[in-house]
């Protein structure tokens, strides 16, 4: 069978095509979010020339995962969008990125499964499903340890005099914004979360001052206190997959191993697992 396995987010959308269990092709396109786009949207970004080069080898099969992409009307766009494309005899999947990422980290085992890039998202994986979901709520209610949220805790620290002056000197040096421009970029322009996660690389790179490598630790403990602590099982293990997953992996390992929690595997994308739980 030729399969196509799609993760996807509001970004970029990661593409493999599975034939008889081998992976042939890989490709990235846009992405894809049902909430920000129409089906019609949707199909003409589908149709991208680097898209078409993978259905012309007869696609029967699509397990799309997506930011968005929850139980109902949502995912059934989605579906419709890729049945246009490829056909009505194509076997159509369209699961929540969540899924994807325990299915890429836990497979057919129990764990815990958590995203942790532009946003943040975490599940109890019993092996086929998901049995419980703590809300992420989003960068202003939650969201923590994520990318966004990062950023939003180093803009409030700068601003509010509680990072270092050779910090804070540094960051808005390198914005070339004064307050006034960031609250306007905050506050009054679109996707705020995608331009706060654009500090991950700023905060990467200062990690070795004390008080920017406190507080992204603090921040990951928060993660792990607000959300996977809920699920009230510390037996299990903690697989993690996203960017600020991979570039700070040292610094999770240190805020899950002081709650008493295992992390297990750790990737930036769940393709690689993704590839292997679909063959």
């Known amino acids: ?30 992405g894809f979010n ?8 949707m199909v003409s970004a589908l149709l991208d ?14 397990c799309f995962y997506g930011a968005g992409c929850t139980p ?5 766009s989605v579906a419709d ?8 005899g194509c076997a159509v999947e369209v699961q929540s990125d969540m899924v994807g990422a325990a299915r890429s980290l836990c497979g ?26 703590v809300p992420p709520l989003g960068f202003i209610l939650g969201d923590e340890g994520s990318g966004a949220n990062l950023g939003k805790l180093l ?12 910090i804070a000197d540094a960051l808005l040096e390198e914005l070339g914004m004064d307050t006034a421009a960031i609250i306007e970029r905050v506050y009054r322009r679109p996707f705020p979360n995608r331009w706060l996660a654009s500090l991950s690389p700023f905060i990467a790179r200062h990690l070795h001052h004390e008080a920017v490598r406190q507080m992204v630790k603090e921040a990951f403990i928060a993660f792990f206190r607000r959300n996977v602590l809920n699920y009230g099982r510390e037996d299990l293990p903690v697989g993690c997959v996203g960017s600020v997953a991979f570039h700070y992996q040292e610094l999770l390992r240190e805020a899950a191993g002081k709650l008493g929690l ?18």
């Open 108 to 133: 057919d085992g129990e764990g815990i499964a958590c995203i942790l890039g532009t946003g943040s998202n975490s599940c109890l994986w019993d092996g086929h499903a998901i049995v419980a979901n």
């Open 155 to 166: 803009i409030g620290n700068v601003l509010k005099g509680q990072m270092p002056q050779e």
């Open 262 to 279: 295992t992390i297990g595997s750790i990737a930036q994308s769940p393709m690689e697992g993704l590839i292997t739980f679909h063959k």
């Open 81 to 88: 969008a890729l049945r246009a494309v490829f056909g009505n």
């Open 72 to 76: 109902g009307e949502k995912s059934e």
């Open 49 to 62: 020339t680097s898209l078409k080069l993978l259905s012309a080898k007869g696609v029967q099969g699509v």
């Open 34 to 41: 049902p909430y920000m786009q129409s089906v019609d949207e």
């Open 1 to 30: 069978m030729t399969r196509l396995i799609a993760d996807s987010g509001s970004t970029k959308t990661d593409w493999a095509l599975i034939d008889n269990g081998v992976c042939v092709s890989r490709v990235q396109t846009c």
